[in-house]
């Protein structure tokens, strides 16, 4: 069992709120604004990445980084295991890590400036076998710290902590793709075959991942 909700620190002050709360926080965010003024970055998106009301991110990401910058952004804090395909779905668009295998799609090296604009809301998918699904929306546009390909992670979810499904009373501490979570008295002696780490990622249990 998972909480239905989670919370999150500010990267910049360390103070806690939830997903909704978090990006009123940061408009407003005392810390937030002295490292903005100090810092010469570029123009930025302030996007936020969720998948359901667990697992969530506040970025900053240059708009001038291209979709292929976030892409691999969101394989390295979240997704990646195998190597799989991935896409960015914008309205009837389809952007594809691997355009050449999917006639018709295009390709991911386009720069955010040329697709986004602040209040738009598109999708990530990893894995065309075992997706997740990730949605992303467009809160602003402001001048940030970071340059290039760099991403700033304003925010994120504290780990949840899911419940053994066995005895219903531990934290878990191992996940198994077919039955659930499990702590590590009850892994001792479960039967299945690969249990994977209890990781802060949408794709904990799913395929290899293990963070």
């Given amino acids: 069992m998972t909480p239905r909700v989670t919370k999150g620190k500010c990267t910049y ?3 806690i709120f939830s997903k909704s709360g978090m990006w009123k926080h940061l408009e407003t965010c005392k810390e937030r604004k002295k490292i903005l003024e100090k810092k010469k970055g570029e123009k930025c998106f302030h996007i936020l990445v969720d998948c359901g009301k667990i697992y969530w991110l506040h970025i900053g990401i240059p708009v001038t980084a291209k979709l292929k910058d976030l892409d691999n952004f969101l394989r390295d804090i979240w997704l990646e295991c195998c190597g799989h395909l991935s896409a960015f779905r914008l309205g009837k668009n389809s952007y594809v890590s691997y355009p ?10 386009i720069k955010l400036s040329d697709l986004l604009t602040p209040g738009m809301v598109f999708t990530h998918e990893y894995d065309f076998g075992s997706t997740t699904e990730l949605k992303l929306k467009v809160l602003s546009e402001y001048k940030g710290e970071v340059k290039g390909k760099s991403v700033k992670v ?9 419940i053994c499904y066995q005895c219903d009373k ?6 198994c793709s077919s039955c659930g979570p499990i702590c590590e008295g ?26």
């Fill in 13 to 15: 002050c360390n103070k």
């Fill in 100 to 109: 050449d295998d999917y006639t018709g799609y295009k390709d991911m090296e």
């Fill in 154 to 162: 304003m925010a994120r979810n504290d780990p949840p902590e899911m």
């Fill in 170 to 175: 531990k934290i878990a501490a191992v996940i």
């Fill in 186 to 211: 009850c892994s001792k002696e479960h039967a299945c075959g690969i249990l994977l780490p209890v990781v802060n990622s949408p794709r904990t249990g799913i395929c290899g991942y293990g963070g």
